[in-house]
C-alpha cells in the first residue's frame, strides 16, 4: 500500500531528503531510497510498503539497542520490506562451496551442517562450528572474474585484491569498490599426503540406504498363505497354489516370526561388517576391501578414470548386489588394458570385459567396491565429483587424477586441454584443484 510519508524536506529540482534514518539520502524523482521503502513520487515522498508486515513476532528484549530495560522480557516487533543496512560477509545462497562431500551450493550447508567439514584458505578441511542465514532486500554485487565462475556477494563483502601483482601491495577491499583494474587473490594452499581412506566409515554413510528384499509375494497373499497353513495345508500345498518352490515358503515363515508382523516389509537396512580384517556388507558374498586404503597415485588415477567412463549400478534381479560400469570408446584399448591392471594393483579384483555394439565396457561386481566408489565420487553422470579428500593432495596425488580424468572424458591440443561434463559439481571440482595448483584455468557454463 502506497501512502504520503513522514520527515522528509524537500530539496532543489524536485529532490527529497529523507530524514527517518542516519543515511538521510537525496532522493531524485522516481528513486526510492537505500531502504526502497520510501520513493519520490512528484516531488513527494511516499513510503510504498505502509500496511504490508513481513514479520510479526515477539522477540527477546535484548535484541533491541535499550540499555537495561526490562531484562528478560520479551517485546513484540513488526516490519515490512526494506532495510537500510548494508549487511556483511554474505553470499547467495546458490554459491559453490567445497564441503568434505564435494562442491555444493551454500544453502545445503544448512540442510545438513552436522559433522559438515568445509575446506578452508589453508587448503585444509575444518569442522562448521555455525552457520546463519537471513532474508536481504538489498544490492548485490556480480563480480565477474576472467574465465571463471561469476561471485555474487554483498557489497560490503571483502576480498583480498591487488592492482599490481609485482607489488607486495595486497589488501581487502569491499566488493562495490572492485575494479577493472584489481586482481583477485587465490590463498596459497598447503598440501598433505599422510592420509588413508577408512572403508568402513564411508560404507556406514551409505548403511542408512534401504535396500529392497527380493519378495515373491505380496502383503495381500501372505495373509492368504497363513490363513492356509492355519487350515493345516502342507508348503508344497502352498507353495502349489503360489507357483513358489516349498523351501521359500518355509523360509519366508521363518523370516517373518523372527521379525514379526510389523516389520514384514519389502525393505530393509544393510549392516557393515568386518570379517577377516575385511570390511563388507552383512550376506556380501565376496572378500570386502581392505580396513585402510592407502591414497596412492594409482588409486587417484582409477578414480579419474572412473569419474569419466564409470557408473554405479543395481545388478537385475538381484536388488541388494551393485556392480561398477566402465564404457570405453573401441579406440581405448591402451586405457581399457591400464583401468582392469589398476582395478587388479589396488583392490585385488579383476574387471570381466564385454565387448558391445559402440562400446567396450568393464563390470566389476563387489557391492562395497560399488558403494565406495559412489559415496566417493557419486554413481552417474549428472552426479559425478571430485573425491573430497583429493583437495588437501599435492601434485603426487591430484596430477594422477587429473590425467586420468581428462584421458578418459578431455581432449588434448597443441598448448592446451579441455574437457566437458553435465556435472557442475565435477566442473567446480576440477577448477578448484587446478587453481589450488597454480594453473588458471577456463571456466564456461553452457546454458541451451
Not at 93 to 107: F, K, L, Y
Not at 399 to 412: A, H, K, Q, T, V
Request: hydrophobic fraction near 30%; glycine fraction near 6%.
Amino acid at each position: 500500500m502506497q501512502k504520503e510519508a513522514k520527515f522528509w524536506e524537500e530539496k532543489e529540482e524536485n529532490n527529497i531528503k529523507c530524514v527517518l534514518c542516519p543515511r538521510e539520502c537525496v532522493i531524485p524523482p522516481g528513486d526510492t531510497g537505500y531502504c526502497r521503502g520510501r520513493k519520490n513520487i512528484d516531488g513527494k515522498l511516499y513510503t510504498i510498503v505502509y500496511g504490508e508486515a513481513t514479520s510479526a513476532i515477539p522477540d527477546p528484549i535484548e535484541k533491541k539497542p535499550l540499555y537495561h530495560f526490562h531484562p528478560g522480557s520479551r517485546v513484540f516487533s513488526m516490519s515490512t520490506a526494506g532495510c537500510n543496512f548494508e549487511c556483511k560477509h554474505c553470499f547467495t545462497p546458490e554459491t559453490p562451496v567445497v564441503t568434505n562431500t564435494g562442491v555444493t551450493p551454500i544453502r545445503r550447508i544448512f540442510e545438513s551442517s552436522e559433522n559438515s567439514q568445509v575446506l578452508t584458505h589453508r587448503n585444509q578441511f575444518s569442522s562448521i562450528e555455525k552457520c546463519f542465514k537471513h532474508d536481504y532486500n538489498g544490492r548485490i554485487v556480480n563480480i565477474n572474474p576472467f574465465y571463471l565462475p561469476p561471485i555474487r556477494c554483498t557489497p560490503d563483502h571483502e576480498l583480498f585484491a591487488t592492482k599490481n601483482p609485482e607489488e607486495n601491495n595486497i589488501r581487502k577491499v569491499k566488493a562495490s569498490k572492485l575494479t577493472r583494474d584489481h586482481f583477485l587473490l587465490v590463498p596459497k594452499a598447503s598440501f598433505q599426503n599422510k592420509e588413508k581412506i577408512n572403508t568402513r566409515e564411508i560404507l556406514e554413510k551409505f548403511e542408512a540406504t534401504p535396500f529392497k528384499r527380493d519378495r515373491k509375494v505380496s502383503h495381500k497373499d501372505f495373509t492368504k498363505m497363513r490363513r492356509m497353513k492355519a487350515e493345516g495345508r502342507t508348503s508344497k500345498e502352498i507353495g502349489d497354489f503360489f507357483s513358489l518352490h516349498p523351501a521359500y515358503v518355509r523360509t519366508l515363515f521363518v523370516k517373518v516370526r523372527r521379525e514379526g508382523k510389523e516389520t514384514f516389509k519389502n525393505e530393509h537396512r544393510s549392516s557393515v561388517i568386518e570379517k577377516d580384517g575385511r570390511i563388507l556388507f552383512k550376506n556380501e558374498k565376496n572378500e570386502g576391501l581392505a580396513r585402510h586404503l592407502e591414497i596412492t597415485p594409482s588409486l587417484a588415477r582409477l578414480l579419474g578414470i572412473y569419474c569419466a567412463e564409470g557408473c554405479v549400478r543395481k545388478v537385475t534381479g538381484r536388488p541388494n548386489t551393485f556392480n561398477i560400469v566402465l564404457s570405453f570408446g573401441p579406440n581405448e584399448r591402451k586405457l581399457i588394458d591400464e583401468t582392469k591392471r589398476l582395478f587388479l594393483e589396488v583392490f585385488g579384483v579383476e574387471p570381466v570385459e564385454r565387448e558391445e555394439t559402440t562400446a567396450r565396457k568393464l563390470f566389476i561386481e563387489r557391492t562395497s567396491l560399488a558403494i565406495l566408489f559412489k559415496v566417493l565420487c557419486g554413481d552417474k553422470a549428472e552426479d559425478k565429483r571430485v573425491p573430497s579428500f583429493i583437495f588437501s593432495k599435492r601434485k603426487s596425488i591430484v596430477g594422477p587424477f587429473l590425467r586420468g580424468y581428462f584421458e578418459g572424458d578431455g581432449s588434448f591440443k597443441e598448448k592446451y586441454a579441455d574437457v566437458s561434463t553435465i556435472s557442475e559439481e565435477l566442473a567446480l571440482g576440477v577448477y578448484q584443484l587446478l587453481l589450488n595448483h597454480g594453473v588458471l584455468p577456463s571456466f564456461y557454463k553452457y546454458n541451451p
